[in-house]
Structure formats: structure tokens, C-alpha cells
């Protein structure tokens, strides 16, 4: 079964800084890969999507991710961080045969001035 | 097009009360899949519904159960509530199976007391 780890429970950053939220994966095979974010009270919205191809995947907002298979790793990032990012983000992994999403347990990103 | 709608928004139930969430997915779309999130467990996964038919059960007790409607409406109930059911219940939708991205509603926000 697949497996997600995302190590920092809470990142703080300035703003204009650049951000990077880590997310390690365990799949046996080629897995499909998410970041979603989620504001306080609401429902997840998806950021970006790696199913094939190129490892390095832009999205919405700025965020771009790099699928690396060797270290099972599928790294969130943007070069500058707005307050408005200020959310939670979980990164999650589906496999072939219809199998569920499965998310990690989320890094909560505070922006400071 | 219309998104993933969830009502209740908002519920408050008592212990040994029953309940039922539903969800309606975006048009065209036949996963329904149900998650709940709670701080301390993040994001877990309950079961998903394809075309009337429980395709992946989570590891939950029986007392939460599902079903999905020929118009792919999902609903979810749980009997017997227990204060731990407290959480917000997430639905998602998706056009068919594990590469295509989820949608989610904004969730119904469930308090037992």
C-alpha cells in the first residue's frame, strides 16, 4: 500500500522568501503524485499533478514540484511567498487500479513580514 | 461547472445520535470518495463509490457507511456517533479512476457532544 511523509509539521517563512515543503512517497510502482491546499474551514484545492513525463510540474500560484524517483520524493516549492500562502498543504500519492488518494499529514506554512 | 457540493456545512449531533452527510459531485463525475480529517490524523481516507459500488474501503468500524445514487450523489452515515467522530468529513470527486485528480467540497464540519 502506498504511503505518504511530509517531515515538517510547521514551516515558517518571511515573506518574499522562498519556500520548499517536503514530501517523500512510498509506491511500488510509477506513482501519481498531488499537492493540495487547504485554508482554514475549507475544502482542498489542487496546486499541481505529476502522472508522467517531465519531473519538474508548475501549478496554480507560483508553486512548481519536482518528481524525483530516486529519492521518492516529490518537493513543493516557490521562489517567493506571498502572505496569502499562509495555509496547509498535503501532499498525496494514487496508484494504478483505481487505488484512493492517500495524504500525508500536512506542513501548515505561516508567512511573518 | 458547478463544483463539489457538501451538506451540512455545519452539524451538531449527540453521542449515540446518527447522522447523514451528503455530497454532490461535479457533473460527469463518477468516484465519490469520502475522507476525515481530524489534527491529530490528518487526512484518512473512509471509502470511495464508483458507479453504485463500494470500490475501496478504508479501515473505519462499521458504524460509518456509504452509498452512491445512479446520479452519483453520495451520502454517508454514521450511527452510534461517538464524541471521536468530531471531524470534518471531506468529500471528492473524480471523472473515473487513480490518474485523474480529486475535487474536493468544503466539507461538513461535525461536532458530537
Known amino acids: 500500500a502506498q504511503s505518504v511523509t511530509q517531515p515538517d509539521i510547521h514551516i515558517t517563512v518571511s515573506e518574499g522568501a522562498s519556500l520548499e515543503l517536503r514530501c517523500n512517497y512510498s509506491?511500488?510502482?510509477?506513482?501519481?503524485l498531488f499537492w493540495y491546499v487547504q485554508s482554514p474551514g475549507q475544502g482542498l484545492q489542487l496546486l499541481l499533478k505529476?502522472?508522467?513525463?517531465?519531473?519538474l510540474v508548475q501549478g496554480i500560484k507560483g508553486f512548481e514540484a519536482e518528481f524525483k524517483r530516486s529519492q521518492s520524493s516529490f518537493n513543493l516549492r516557490k521562489p517567493s511567498v506571498h502572505w496569502s500562502d499562509a495555509a496547509e498543504y498535503f501532499c498525496?500519492?494514487?496508484?494504478?487500479?483505481?487505488?484512493?488518494?492517500?495524504f500525508g499529514k500536512g506542513t501548515r506554512l505561516s508567512v511573518i513580514a | 461547472k458547478a463544483g463539489v457540493t457538501q451538506t451540512p456545512r455545519y452539524l451538531i449531533k449527540t453521542r449515540g445520535q446518527q447522522v447523514t452527510l451528503s455530497c454532490s459531485p461535479i457533473?460527469?463525475?463518477?468516484?465519490v470518495s469520502w475522507y476525515q480529517q481530524t489534527p491529530g490524523q490528518g487526512l484518512q481516507f473512509l471509502f470511495e463509490?464508483?458507479?453504485?459500488?463500494?470500490?475501496n474501503k478504508g479501515n473505519f468500524p462499521g458504524r460509518f457507511s456509504g452509498r452512491q445514487f445512479s446520479n452519483s450523489r453520495s451520502e454517508m452515515n454514521v450511527s452510534t456517533l461517538e464524541l471521536g467522530d468530531s471531524a470534518l468529513y471531506l468529500c471528492?470527486?473524480?471523472?473515473?479512476?487513480?490518474?485523474?485528480?480529486?475535487?474536493f467540497g468544503q466539507g461538513t464540519r461535525l461536532t458530537v457532544v
Open positions: 463509490y464508483f458507479s453504485e459500488t463500494q470500490r
Open positions: 498525496a500519492v494514487g496508484g494504478s487500479g483505481n487505488t484512493p488518494l492517500v
Open positions: 509506491y511500488g510502482a510509477t506513482p501519481y
Open positions: 505529476y502522472f508522467s513525463g517531465d519531473t
Open positions: 471528492a470527486s473524480r471523472l473515473q479512476g487513480a490518474n485523474t485528480e480529486a475535487f
Open positions: 457533473s460527469g463525475h463518477r468516484s
